[in-house]
């Protein structure tokens, strides 16, 4: 009797992983690689000089992301109200309030303590240390 109880508990748990779990959800995850898609995507882009191709720092992302079938808003504090809040993993969208009036500039986490980002100093999109960027303001993830 315990052991077709357990037989019955373990189907039981079975078919809810099932009802839980969706195959657009796994596609989703597959496709964007824990962010490493991002992070890739970015990298390509790593030189471009600032402002070619609409490389300001939003125009960037917006570009990064739409290469991988997410469209972005072209504004920093438009993006930063996009997605949900996050730790800033890789591949998570990143914010700065570099003046103190509110979120000024975004870049793309790559889970290594840096941010790939079109930096008006650097002149190019450039990946450097995420505490060069003055006025860290919080992260999200985008999927």
């Given at each position: 009797?315990?052991?077709?109880?357990?037989?019955?508990?373990?189907?039981?748990?079975?078919?809810?992983?099932?009802?839980?779990?969706?195959?657009?959800?796994?596609?989703?995850?597959?496709?964007?690689?824990?962010?490493?898609?991002?992070?890739?995507?970015?990298?390509?882009?790593?030189?471009?000089?600032?402002?070619?191709y609409g490389a300001?720092?939003?125009?960037?992302?917006?570009?990064?992301?739409?290469?991988?079938?997410?469209?972005?808003?072209?504004?920093?504090?438009?993006?930063?109200?996009?997605g949900y809040p996050?730790?800033?993993?890789?591949?998570?969208?990143?914010?700065?309030?570099?003046?103190?009036?509110?979120?000024?500039?975004?870049?793309?986490?790559?889970?290594?303590?840096?941010?790939?980002?079109?930096?008006?100093?650097?002149?190019?999109?450039?990946?450097?240390?995420?505490?060069?960027?003055?006025?860290?303001?919080?992260?999200?993830?985008?999927?």
């Amino acid at each position: 009797m315990r052991y077709l109880t357990a037989v019955l508990s373990c189907c039981a748990l079975l078919l809810a992983g099932l009802v839980v779990w969706s195959p657009a959800e796994a596609e989703a995850q597959t496709a964007y690689g824990s962010g490493e898609a991002a992070v890739a995507e970015a990298r390509a882009w790593l030189g471009t000089p600032y402002g070619a191709y609409g490389a300001d720092c939003s125009g960037f992302t917006s570009a990064v992301f739409a290469d991988l079938g997410v469209y972005l808003p072209d504004d920093p504090a438009a993006q930063y109200s996009y997605g949900y809040p996050s730790g800033g993993e890789a591949g998570d969208l990143v914010f700065f309030d570099e003046a103190g009036y509110g979120v000024s500039h975004v870049g793309i986490a790559t889970g290594y303590g840096t941010v790939i980002h079109a930096s008006t100093y650097f002149g190019a999109v450039v990946e450097t240390p995420i505490e060069y960027v003055p006025g860290y303001v919080g992260a999200v993830d985008v999927y």
